[in-house]
């Protein structure tokens, strides 16, 4: 008698075996919700675009901005319009290199220095993008 109920102990209902895969479900939903800040990467086009990189700093996220692709005048305006949001979010910004720039919110810390090459001819497209 006490074998007959034996297979029952093993078995499992239909609805706990749902409830087991919802469970899953939902913790992995939740561990994606951890990873809040990001690193973004922008390469502006236009000054235009610099109020999205604004936007992403506001959402507490840093940001690596690479001059490359506008002219010297309007990486300028960049520049200015990214020192004013820094100091309105409390956040802090570093050269990485010869037009490029890591911004970040207040909350993130950017530790170490990278140092320029000394030894590296001067040329006219260097000397423009050297805030």
Known sequence: MGLIK???LFSVD???AENEVMDVKETSKSSNKEYKN????VE???FSEAQQIADYLKAKNQVVVNFKRVTSDVSKRIM???NGIIYAIEGTMQKLGPGIVICAPKGFEIEG???EDENKK???????TDW
């Not at 990001?38 to 990467?41: A, C, G, R």
């Not at 001067?122 to 423009?128: I, R």
Request: aromatic content about 4%; hydrophobic content about 30%; cysteine-free.
């Open 6 to 8: 034996l297979p029952n």
């Open 14 to 16: 239909d609805e706990d």
């Open 38 to 41: 990001k690193t973004i990467l």
């Open 44 to 46: 502006p086009r236009a």
């Open 80 to 82: 200015d319009f990214l």
């Open 113 to 115: 220095n990278i140092s």
């Open 122 to 128: 001067s040329t006219k497209k260097d000397d423009l």
